[in-house]
């Protein structure tokens, strides 16, 4: 018999997000927290950039909100980006007392600047932040009684009733059976949906399973036209999703040609420090012109002693496929890296469902605008985490729940057909990629809806008649969230940030979110 469980919250998500909400809760509170793989697999922990903060005394709020503003192209939520960056500061002390290093000289943060910032203030870890932050979060966690952890659990649906939120159904990798989660709070901290995309530099893991899920349940999903691709994802056959990080440009690594010369003078006077929609622009239509596989970014001209300590991952990574980074330029590409839309939330994380909460790059707050500035994306983990416990913590829980209905599988049998799963899959993949990428038409668009709804009742078809498997739910939602983008993609009829259309060149005057519901 499939097994009930029964929390004060659930927390579906194990990145900084969730597991920084898990910390913030109160003690006297019961805590689930569900992954769907290992608890540290997931973007947050192959994070290597850093986190943002005004930690200089030569910087200053105002600098730090304006460069957030204008890298989002002006359609960023001032009052939540506000919030954000005040609470950063305190944000890195809230991650010191849970024991991340971060990296100094001498007494000093050892700030460096990434694209979009016009001071030095993003605070690192060397180049491994995100896990850092990861591996210490859950220490803290395994020390708290009140916390319990599930490993290997894929959330398949939330349980909504009168636009409340009373748990999630959710599918036991091991014992193959769904179980029930009951909760009095939910909180979604399952990431993004970069792997909508052929390539990406996201783990397996982002398939957008929370932003299908709150979609099905009724929720508002905003901007997820806006899907950032990273300019510089490792090139190599056998380098998966390995993510060369902006901080190297931050440092001053050159952008090049195959024939190695510089091109980046062409696009943007920032150069190699421009925001990352026209510098992966910029790399896409070189490689689309001339024909490239990829380009070249350059570091060699840095001391390679400083290199190796600066830059240990990278350096051990690319040092295990046979390349000496303080001797030859990376191959690279741009790849699908960060969604800047999501569930619809306010400052305290509510979504527009009572009792449902989203958190990190699952949800919309409101501060990366049409473009997310560089590792804005940690520090908006671990505030709006911390004001989600904040709400939760000050909340009335009801003594009573809302009986759930047994899961019920009586009227579907196990699949003989899995080939369909994996074709489907690879087909929104190369769609998405193919039509809905970095340069965007009406055209493209609207061929690659058609082909999206498609499979989309395909997938609905086949959801119906078999047995739940982890493949099945992730195609569900990769399906499910890949059809809101292009509609949302559809639906702007201008050019911003990483939203490009041929069709619409131009900037509209009128500022406005897209914000998509189920009908």
Same mark, same amino acid.
């Given at each position: 018999?499939?097994?009930?469980?029964?929390?004060?919250?659930?927390?579906?998500?194990?990145?900084?997000?969730?597991?920084?909400?898990?910390?913030?809760?109160?003690?006297?509170?019961?805590?689930?927290?569900?992954?769907?793989?290992?608890?540290?697999?997931?973007?947050?922990? !192959?994070?290597?950039?850093?986190?943002?903060?005004?930690?200089?005394?030569?910087?200053?709020?105002?600098?730090?909100?304006?460069?957030?503003?204008?890298?989002?192209?002006?359609?960023?939520?001032?009052?939540?980006?506000? !919030?954000?960056?005040?609470?950063?500061?305190?944000?890195?002390?809230?991650?010191?007392?849970?024991?991340?290093?971060?990296?100094?000289?001498?007494?000093?943060?050892?700030?460096?600047?990434?694209?979009?910032?016009?001071?030095?203030?993003?605070?690192?870890?060397?180049?491994?932040?995100?896990?850092?932050?990861?591996?210490?979060?859950?220490?803290?966690?395994?020390?708290?009684?009140?916390?319990?952890?599930?490993?290997?659990?894929?959330?398949?649906?939330?349980?909504?009733?009168?636009?409340?939120?009373?748990?999630?159904?959710?599918?036991?990798?091991?014992?193959?059976?769904?179980?029930?989660?009951?909760?009095?709070?939910?909180?979604?901290?399952?990431?993004?949906?970069?792997?909508?995309?052929?390539?990406? #530099?996201?783990?397996?893991?982002?398939?957008?399973?929370?932003?299908?899920?709150?979609?099905?349940?009724?929720?508002?999903?905003?901007?997820?036209?806006?899907?950032?691709?990273?300019?510089?994802?490792?090139?190599?056959?056998?380098?998966?999703?390995?993510?060369?990080?902006?901080?190297?440009?931050?440092?001053?690594?050159?952008?090049?040609?195959?024939?190695?010369?510089?091109?980046?003078?062409?696009?943007?006077?920032?150069?190699?420090?421009?925001?990352?929609?026209?510098?992966a622009r910029a790399i896409d239509n070189e490689m689309k012109v001339n024909g490239y596989d990829c380009v070249y970014l350059d570091f060699s001209f840095k001391d390679k002693e400083w290199i190796k300590s600066r830059f240990p991952t990278i350096t051990q990574r690319c040092k295990e496929l046979g390349i000496d980074i303080s001797k030859e330029a990376l191959p690279v590409v741009p790849a699908a890296h960060y969604t800047c839309g999501g569930v619809n939330t306010n400052i305290d994380a509510q979504s527009s469902i009572t009792n449902l909460y989203a958190v990190g790059e699952v949800a919309h707050t409101g501060v990366h605008g049409a473009n997310r500035m560089a590792s804005n994306s940690l520090l908006?983990?671990?505030?709006?985490?911390?004001?989600?416990?904040?709400?939760?913590?000050?909340?009335?829980?009801?003594?009573?729940?809302?009986?759930?209905?047994?899961?019920?599988? #009586?009227?579907?049998?196990? #699949?003989?057909?899995?080939?369909?799963?994996?074709?489907?899959?690879?087909?929104?993949?190369?769609?998405?990629?193919?039509?809905?990428?970095?340069?965007?038409?009406?055209?493209?668009?609207?061929?690659?809806?058609?082909?999206?709804?498609?499979?989309?009742?395909?997938?609905?078809?086949? !959801?119906?008649?078999?047995?739940?498997?982890?493949?099945?739910?992730?195609?569900?939602?990769?399906?499910?969230?890949?059809?809101?983008?292009?509609?949302?993609?559809?639906?702007?009829?201008?050019?911003?940030?990483?939203?490009?259309?041929?069709?619409?060149?131009?900037?509209?005057?009128?500022?406005?979110?897209?914000?998509?519901?189920?009908?």
């Amino acid at each position: 018999m499939a097994k009930k469980y029964q929390f004060d919250v659930l927390i579906i998500g194990s990145g900084a997000a969730g597991l920084m909400s898990a910390v913030q809760l109160s003690s006297s509170t019961s805590i689930a927290v569900i992954a769907k793989d290992k608890i540290l697999e997931g973007s947050s922990y !192959y994070a290597q950039g850093g986190i943002s903060a005004v930690l200089d005394p030569e910087d200053n709020f105002d600098s730090h909100i304006e460069d957030t503003v204008n890298t989002g192209f002006n359609l960023g939520n001032e009052k939540s980006i506000r !919030y954000m960056v005040e609470q950063a500061p305190q944000a890195i002390k809230d991650l010191e007392s849970t024991g991340v290093q971060f990296s100094h000289i001498n007494n000093s943060y050892d700030l460096t600047t990434e694209g979009g910032h016009s001071s030095k203030r993003v605070a690192h870890v060397a180049d491994k932040t995100g896990q850092s932050i990861q591996v210490n979060l859950l220490a803290k966690v395994r020390q708290k009684n009140n916390i319990e952890l599930f490993e290997e659990y894929v959330a398949v649906d939330l349980v909504v009733k009168d636009k409340n939120c009373y748990g999630a159904y959710v599918f036991d990798k091991n014992s193959k059976e769904v179980v029930t989660f009951s909760s009095n709070k939910t909180i979604l901290a399952t990431g993004g949906a970069s792997k909508s995309y052929l390539y990406t #530099s996201n783990p397996d893991t982002s398939t957008g399973d929370g932003i299908a899920m709150a979609y099905r349940a009724g929720c508002e999903i905003s901007n997820m036209e806006f899907t950032q691709f990273h300019p510089t994802c490792l090139f190599h056959p056998h380098a998966k999703s390995f993510l060369i990080s902006e901080t190297l440009r931050g440092e001053g690594a050159k952008l090049l040609l195959p024939d190695g010369q510089e091109f980046m003078h062409k696009y943007d006077d920032r150069l190699e420090l421009a925001p990352r929609d026209i510098v992966a622009r910029a790399i896409d239509n070189e490689m689309k012109v001339n024909g490239y596989d990829c380009v070249y970014l350059d570091f060699s001209f840095k001391d390679k002693e400083w290199i190796k300590s600066r830059f240990p991952t990278i350096t051990q990574r690319c040092k295990e496929l046979g390349i000496d980074i303080s001797k030859e330029a990376l191959p690279v590409v741009p790849a699908a890296h960060y969604t800047c839309g999501g569930v619809n939330t306010n400052i305290d994380a509510q979504s527009s469902i009572t009792n449902l909460y989203a958190v990190g790059e699952v949800a919309h707050t409101g501060v990366h605008g049409a473009n997310r500035m560089a590792s804005n994306s940690l520090l908006e983990c671990v505030v709006f985490a911390k004001s989600c416990a904040n709400h939760i913590n000050g909340s009335e829980f009801e003594n009573s729940q809302t009986k759930i209905e047994k899961w019920d599988d #009586s009227r579907v049998a196990p #699949s003989k057909e899995k080939v369909v799963i994996a074709h489907l899959w690879h087909e929104i993949r190369l769609i998405m990629w193919n039509f809905v990428g970095i340069v965007r038409s009406n055209n493209r668009l609207n061929s690659a809806y058609l082909k999206i709804q498609q499979i989309n009742k395909e997938v609905d078809e086949y !959801y119906r008649i078999y047995t739940v498997t982890e493949d099945l739910i992730e195609l569900r939602n990769l399906a499910q969230t890949s059809k809101i983008i292009v509609e949302s993609a559809l639906s702007r009829k201008e050019s911003r940030g990483l939203h490009y259309n041929q069709d619409y060149p131009n900037k509209m005057s009128k500022i406005q979110n897209t914000v998509m519901t189920k009908s």
